[in-house]
């Protein structure tokens, strides 16, 4: 028995040697292939890798290029307009600056004035108050002179303060921006019109002696005669600034040189802007203090008080507007 299996077995083992053996030469062979289609896939991928980056680095070399030609182009335009601002500098007409720092410099000046304006507001009211008890309490002529004159006297702080503001930024206090919406309805070059204060004074102000009528009245006269003096000259302003601006026909065919002159022409004109504010700012200032000289203290006081009065009303009356319901 043992004679019989002996040559089985052998053959049996020696086949499935065999099979292994086949088995694992295929299987050495797929592994060959497999390993040379992903070496090839990887070859593919670094190329085309390679490729786009080769591609992106072109493009990035382009942009460059065009950036730099850009620049140049902007440097040249500027040193262009900074020849011809150079030349009408030289011809004796001056051009401000402008750009993003002087517009912060005007918002930082407008701010200011802002503020300088409502302590000043706040100082007026205190003084207003103490003005209306005295009056009030029948003070003595000696007492109630001192807080008037300190009235009159804070009056020329604020032509000061709105004088100051006019060099920083002369369209802000033309424009009365820093008033409340009614008082900017009255508005005149940035402030009140004196005639038309003192002919709300005189009804309030009764009764007066005949001198005293006579000389408001020509007070009134001569304010009214100046405010027309000033009116017609912006009117005169604005008709030139538009004509300028407008330019000749064909000057605006995008010659720089052109542009500049008008520029420059009307800049130059713009300057006197703040010279109408400041004549009309002295008119208002001598007009309260003739008005002062003509009054008596007490009715100097009493003056004092219903102007004070009307801007009160003026700005309640803003803000009952302000506030006033709207229908959708």
Same mark, same amino acid.
């Given at each position: 028995m043992m004679t019989e299996l002996s040559p089985r077995t052998d053959t049996s083992t020696d086949g499935d040697t065999d099979d292994k053996a086949m088995g694992f030469h295929s299987g050495q062979s797929h592994g060959h292939v497999v390993s040379d289609a992903s070496d090839k896939s990887r070859d593919q991928k670094t190329l085309r890798r390679l490729a786009q980056n080769r591609e992106a680095a072109r493009k990035s070399r382009l942009r460059k290029k065009a950036y730099v030609q850009q620049l140049e182009s902007s440097r040249m335009k500027l040193s262009q307009l900074e020849q011809e601002l150079q030349r009408a500098r030289q011809q004796g007409i001056f051009i401000s600056s402008s750009g993003e720092q002087s517009q912060s410099a005007s918002g930082n000046g407008a701010s200011s004035f802002h503020v300088e304006y409502a302590r000043w507001l706040d100082e007026q009211n205190? =003084?207003?108050?103490?003005? =209306?008890?005295?009056?009030?309490?029948?003070?003595? #002529?000696g007492e109630l002179r001192i807080i008037v004159d300190g009235v009159v006297s804070h009056y020329e702080d604020i032509f000061r303060i709105k004088a100051d503001a006019a060099k920083n930024d002369v369209f802000h206090v033309l424009s009365g921006m820093w008033k409340t919406p009614a008082e900017r309805c009255f508005l005149w070059l940035g402030g009140f019109r004196s005639s038309e204060l003192l002919k709300l004074l005189v009804t309030q102000l009764e009764p007066l002696t005949e001198q005293q009528l006579l000389a408001i009245n020509n007070l009134q006269q001569t304010s009214q005669q100046a405010e027309d003096a000033l009116s017609q000259g912006m009117d005169a302003l604005q008709q030139s600034l538009a004509e300028t601006l407008a330019g000749s026909p064909g000057s605006s065919g995008g010659n720089v040189?052109?542009? *500049?002159?008008? *520029? /420059?022409m009307a800049m130059g004109k713009l300057g006197t802007l703040e010279g109408f504010i400041r004549q009309a700012d002295n008119l208002r200032q001598q007009t309260l203090q003739? *008005?002062?000289?003509?009054?008596?203290? %007490?009715?100097?006081? =009493?003056?004092?008080?219903?102007?004070? #009065?009307?801007?009160? =009303?003026?700005? /309640?009356?803003?803000?009952?507007?302000?506030? %006033?319901? %709207?229908e959708n």
């Open positions: 205190r =003084r207003i108050s103490e003005l =209306r008890d005295a009056v009030s309490a029948h003070a003595g #002529d040189a052109n542009y *500049m002159g008008q *520029m /420059a003739q *008005m002062h000289r003509i009054l008596t203290t %007490r009715q100097s006081a =009493r003056a004092l008080i219903a102007i004070s #009065d009307y801007f009160s =009303r003026l700005r /309640a009356l803003s803000s009952l507007w302000l506030a %006033r319901p %709207r």
